[in-house]
């Protein structure tokens, strides 16, 4: 036992009381290695929170991109870009060698127990980083925290649930989690941490980009610790140069795992997709520019936006941290982040700020829909500054608590008994407040349990397989608007066999613009001549096709080359609001008696003469002789599906309109009355531009239209 002043306002302390010593356990004196007892520790949250992954694991198939990488690593095939390698090849491992229920399980089981091994890290992460920022505080203190901030991570909502699905993160966060504990391992002066350090990051890189993110805070806090060391370099057994190319091969070596993309690629069975003899789609091009364009991600440079960040987007970081941690997790970071600055912690602030920072930068301008889990590295960082504001802070409060109650010796004989009783009130204390923040992953975990929660998600699986038990014609082709939801029935085929066949088809498959928009792919497909159905309704595209209900999809047919009734007499192009550079004409009509009576349908066909910018409305009115309006029809032609500003310059659009008649047509019997026809666009704040006077059809007779 050693007498350790309690400087309180120095680097050890928050206040300034008289001078005076209290007894603390030796350990607490200096930062030591870590002992089996935190490895066995380490080993025992991981396990608790492996077993809560596995009651609220996805239970089968997935839509999205878990869906494909429930494919994928079985086969193994190629994956979207960057081609997560390393994932792909640990999972064909792993499916392979683990007989037990199917594929898709499995690949989510995978992810649940890379999940668990990331917490166990996490946990000798932060105690590693509470023993260098706090070192004072004893073992015990710091393992019961770093345990606290460990479970707290297990249960931030956006890791939790990425632990439950074939996903690429509870490895990228193993990954991240490995290589900031090798870096605080790092001494100055030994460089088998930075060796080891050298060889994750490699890893890291091929399997998730950004983890480059990382270099400028391992480079600067490395960099620090090398400087603060107290042997001279003359002592290293390795000169500079030599360790440097040690470092280089162990962090190059591992990308040779991406020549895995070029060697795979002629046996994927979607890497070339053969629609028809004349349509080909290809997903993945076997050339050296495909190569680098795929593992580099061009496709989503476009998603990369810097000059339209602003408030919203830093409001939105905002909130996402709000949902993992909560006020107290954001209170206790500041704390954190404080008591490292307070105490000139510059390594461990240059690892985890500058890291924090460069994760955030990228993720505030990258905008895709689902940056939000690319933020999961950011809230580890913050629950390791929570961690370390929380042990601060109970230690500041034991030990005011424990000199408050101990007055000075004054009697020799009493001064062992007196320091002993310190030490168990200390730590007596320490772990009293500890078990009050243990409310805190506790709340975490029941208030984000009902949110995350996977073991009933049968939804995907359940639908495809009735999908592909309907009597679909050979060779047909299935559609959607949406990626995610045809990557089950890609599991089926290419795992199961279920009908390969078929061919699965979204928007933007490849970058070629006759894929940009389900409108543009429904042309596309019926091309093919090939039987082609949508997986589920969707409205608007009736502009383009007739859409017949086939059992659970419905079948898509091209519409008829001709206009059933053209327009008499020269009408002029429609005065659009988006511009001179924008025109639309009116091909044609047709008039025909509604499903019942005292109703009509007239079908707009609608042909673009210069692509439109916005998304117009179109309107029907039919007028009276005296002017007054009787009744009027407004919808928006293609919908949410392919609305006007995707339309295409020369193609021919069928817009149909029910027109509902007054009960009493007594007075119009015989009547002409008059058709109005046009386009406007609205606002998002509800205003109207653009309806003008439309263009007048001419006469229509009431009773020649009803049945």
């Not at 996903?167 to 989690?177: F, I, K, N, P, R």
């Not at 407004?634 to 021919?652: I, N, T």
């Amino acid at each position: 036992m050693k007498s350790v002043p309690t400087q309180w306002s120095g680097p050890d302390g928050f206040d300034s009381p008289p001078a005076r010593s209290i007894e603390l356990p030796d350990t607490a004196a200096a930062a030591t290695p870590l002992e089996g007892v935190d490895v066995g520790l380490g080993a025992g949250i991981g396990l608790l929170i492996l077993g809560l992954y596995l009651v609220t694991l996805a239970p089968t198939v997935l839509e999205a991109d878990a869906g494909e990488f429930q494919f994928v690593p079985w086969l193994p095939g190629l994956a979207h870009p960057t081609g997560y390698p390393l994932y792909t090849l640990l999972g064909w491992l792993w499916t392979h060698l683990l007989p037990l229920g199917e594929v898709a399980w499995r690949m989510n089981l995978l992810s649940a127990i890379l999940a668990g091994l990331a917490v166990a890290v996490v946990y000798l992460l932060d105690r590693q980083l509470l023993q260098q920022a706090l070192p004072l505080t004893g073992a015990a203190p710091q393992r019961i925290v770093a345990a606290l901030t460990a479970l707290t991570f297990a249960v931030t909502p956006t890791f939790w649930s990425q632990a439950l699905v074939a996903e690429v993160y509870a490895l990228h966060l193993l990954l991240v989690a490995t290589a900031l504990w090798l870096a605080l391992r790092f001494d100055g002066l030994s460089f088998n941490a930075t060796r080891w350090l050298a060889l994750v990051v490699g890893l890291g890189l091929t399997h998730h980009v950004t983890m480059v993110l990382l270099v400028p805070g391992l480079v600067v806090a490395l960099g620090l610790r090398y400087l603060d060391r107290t042997v001279p370099q003359t002592n290293q057994p390795l000169s500079p140069p030599k360790i440097l190319a040690q470092h280089l091969v162990l962090l190059l070596a591992p990308l040779l795992l991406y020549a895995y993309l070029p060697l795979i690629a002629g046996v994927t069975p979607y890497a070339t997709l053969q629609i028809s003899p004349a349509q080909q789609l290809v997903l993945y091009d076997n050339s050296p520019g495909g190569f680098w364009r795929h593992v580099t991600a061009t496709v989503f440079s476009s998603d990369l936006q810097p000059t339209a960040v602003g408030l919203e987007r830093l409001r939105l970081a905002g909130e996402l941290l709000y949902q993992q941690v909560g006020g107290l997790g954001i209170g206790l970071a500041i704390a954190g982040l404080a008591v490292l600055w307070q105490r000139r912690k510059w390594t461990v602030l240059a690892l985890t700020g500058l890291t924090a920072i460069a994760i955030t930068g990228f993720n505030l301008i990258y905008f895709i829909g689902d940056v939000f889990v690319l933020f999961i590295p950011v809230w580890l960082l913050v629950c390791l500054w929570a961690g370390t504001g929380l042990l601060g802070l109970i230690h500041w409060l034991a030990t005011r608590f424990v000199r408050g109650k101990v007055g000075p010796d004054s009697v020799v004989a009493l001064q062992r008994l007196r320091r002993r009783l310190r030490h168990h009130a200390y730590h007596r204390v320490v772990t009293g407040l500890s078990a009050i923040f243990l409310a805190w992953p506790v709340t975490l975990l029941l208030g984000n349990l009902p949110l995350v929660d996977q073991a009933q998600n049968w939804a995907a699986g359940l639908r495809w397989q009735q999908i592909l038990a309907e009597p679909l014609p050979d060779s047909a082709i299935l559609l959607s608007n949406d990626r995610n939801e045809i990557m089950p029935m890609w599991y089926y085929q290419y795992v199961e066999h279920r009908r390969p066949d078929l061919q699965g088809l979204f928007p933007l498959i490849t970058p070629a613009p006759e894929v940009e928009n389900v409108g543009r792919l429904l042309d596309y497909a019926l091309a093919s001549t090939r039987p082609v159905y949508l997986i589920k309704p969707m409205p608007g595209l009736d502009l383009k096709a007739n859409l017949t209900p086939e059992g659970t999809l419905i079948r898509a047919t091209p519409l008829t080359a001709t206009i059933p009734r053209n327009v008499d007499r020269p009408l002029p192009s429609i005065q659009l609001p988006g511009g001179a550079s924008e025109s639309i004409t009116l091909a044609g009509y047709e008039v025909t008696a509604g499903p019942v009576e005292q109703q009509i349908e007239l079908t707009l066909y609608w042909q673009v003469t210069q692509p439109l910018s916005l998304d117009y409305t179109s309107y029907v009115h039919l007028i009276d002789p005296t002017g007054h309006r009787l009744t009027q029809s407004d919808q928006r032609p293609g919908g949410e599906y392919y609305p006007s500003r995707l339309w295409q310059a020369g193609e021919l659009l069928r817009d149909r309109h029910r027109l509902f008649l007054p009960a009493d047509l007594t007075n119009l019997a015989g009547a002409d009355l008059r058709v109005q026809v046009g386009l406007y666009h609205q606002s998002e704040a509800g205003q109207i531009q653009g309806m003008g006077d439309g263009l007048d059809l001419g006469p229509l007779r009431i009773e020649e239209q009803l049945p």
